[in-house]
Every structure is written in structure tokens, then in C-alpha cells.
């Protein structure tokens, strides 16, 4: 298999799915799509909170890079807005999901792994955290404490259509 073919299957399913979210466009997402036209291997995705939760009213950008074996191996996700989540790591981003790293099998698609994302904002997993003074909070079951930081965070960082990191 050429260089060129590998590439032409990812692209040709990233293709697929694009068609699909345009017709039926995900709930949580904003945006999904190519960076640009004549990058499909690079994605951007905006994200809406989540009503009812701390999280309501946010609004965060995130990076997604696809691999040339997609959908073989998992796309690489991170938060470009930051956003105070136990599983997330404030700096860079990073998510901590089992999806995106020992759990992908190729039945997923960029449209569902963004809906488990979306999902990880209202199931945080304390005890595997990348923002340790979030989780401390969880942790502690001071969820006032808690709730008022991801809503201060989820106001002052939400996206506004520019990228701030």
C-alpha cells in the first residue's frame, strides 16, 4: 500500500462523517469541521456546556489533529478555550479519556467522540484527574466550592470565536 493510498482512506471516511454531521449536526457541537479546506486531517470543533450545570452558557474550542491510520488510532482532542475540569488539563488541554487513548476502536467517529467529551463535563472522574485542584474540590465533596469555580471559568474563558492559548 502506497503512501498516498493510506492517506486517501482516512480522508475519504473523514469525508463521510463531515457529510454526516452536516446533515444531522450534534446537539453539543457549534462547529465541527476542517481548519481549512485543504487540511482534513486537522479539525475544529466548538462546544457548547452543558444545560443545567455548572457548565450552562460555556462555550470552548477544541483542536483535533487525525492521524493518518484514523480511523485505526484515535484523534488527538484538546481544549484550545481552558476549561476547569477535573479531567482536563487547564494548561494545555489535555483530555483524560479512555476513548481517546486504550478504549477506540474504529466504530467511533470524530461526531461521537466529541458527544463523549461532551458528556465528560456533567461525569467527572476525580480520581484520574490532570486539574488536581478541581478534583481536590470533587474529592473533598465540596461541590459549592466546586461548582462556583467551573461556573467563574466557564464565564471569563468562555470562546468567543478567538483563540487565546
Partial sequence: ?????????????????????????????????????????????????VPGTAYQGGRWAL????????????????????ICHPNVDFKTGEICLDLLKTSWTPAYTITTT?????????????????NVDIAQLFRQEDYVGAEALIRFYTETERYDGRIRR
Avoid at 15 to 28: F, G, I, K
Avoid at 63 to 82: A, G, K, V, W
Avoid at 114 to 130: G, K, R, V, Y
Fill in 1 to 49: 500500500m502506497t503512501s498516498s493510498s493510506r492517506v486517501q482512506s482516512p480522508i475519504k471516511r473523514l469525508l463521510t462523517e463531515l457529510q454526516s454531521y452536516q446533515s444531522d449536526p450534534n446537539d453539543a457541537l457549534l462547529e465541527l469541521g476542517p481548519v481549512d479546506d485543504d487540511e482534513l486531517m486537522h479539525w475544529r470543533a466548538v462546544m457548547k456546556g
Fill in 63 to 82: 483542536d483535533i489533529h487525525i492521524p493518518n491510520n484514523y480511523p485505526l488510532s484515535p484523534p488527538t482532542i484538546r481544549f484550545i478555550t481552558p
Fill in 114 to 130: 466529541m458527544t463523549s467529551i461532551h458528556q465528560l463535563l456533567t461525569s467527572a472522574e476525580p480520581d484520574s484527574p490532570l
